[in-house]
């Protein structure tokens, strides 16, 4: 979800390492499909690195009172308006995530580091595994490559497509 969020954390924390930034972001670029990240090992060590990475980011953030607050607060609005718990605890999760990142797509510096990554050659980047079961993690990341980020963040935008 917030995964402009983990690169900038990669890159300010770790240097300059596409495949490490990949990695960071690897997490959140697959949640919408059936890919999962398996075991550290299976992974060149940057990647490793990044995902691991990702991982302890995402346990700081989500236990910052700021977060817990504003993700309940989300929460609580949401199942106001008529939304079930469970829904509503996933949107203002996401919510919450997505905003983060829109904090940082203007930024030169993340847009140029999220170019970069995504165009690490895949040799650099994917898992060790018989041949063509990289190909998925190989056809994920084209995809985000493709599809570039927004040259904004847009507020309302963004809640219609979490809603």
């Not at 959140?28 to 690195?49: F, H, K, M, N, Y």
């Not at 895949?122 to 599809?147: K, L």
Request: aromatic content about 8%; proline content about 8%; charged content about 20%.
């Amino acid at each position: 979800m917030n995964f402009l969020a983990h690169l900038e954390v990669a890159r300010r924390c770790w240097g300059d390492d596409s495949a490490l930034w990949l990695g960071a972001m690897l997490p959140d670029l697959i949640s919408v499909t059936a890919l999962r990240i398996g075991p550290l090992e299976q992974w060149p060590a940057p990647v490793a690195t990044g995902i691991a990475c990702h991982r302890r980011a995402d346990e700081a953030f989500h236990a910052l009172p700021r977060f817990v607050q504003g993700t309940a607060g989300i929460r609580e609005d949401l199942m106001a308006g008529g939304w079930p718990r469970g829904p509503a605890r996933a949107a203002a999760h996401v919510s919450w995530e997505l905003l983060l990142d829109g904090t940082l797509v203007d930024t030169a510096g993340t847009r140029h580091a999220y170019a970069t990554a995504l165009a690490t050659p895949a040799a650099r980047w994917t898992p060790a595994s018989p041949d063509g079961e990289a190909d998925p993690w190989v056809d994920v990341v084209r995809r985000y490559r493709e599809h570039g980020l927004p040259p904004t963040f847009d507020v309302a935008t963004t809640a219609q497509r979490v809603v």
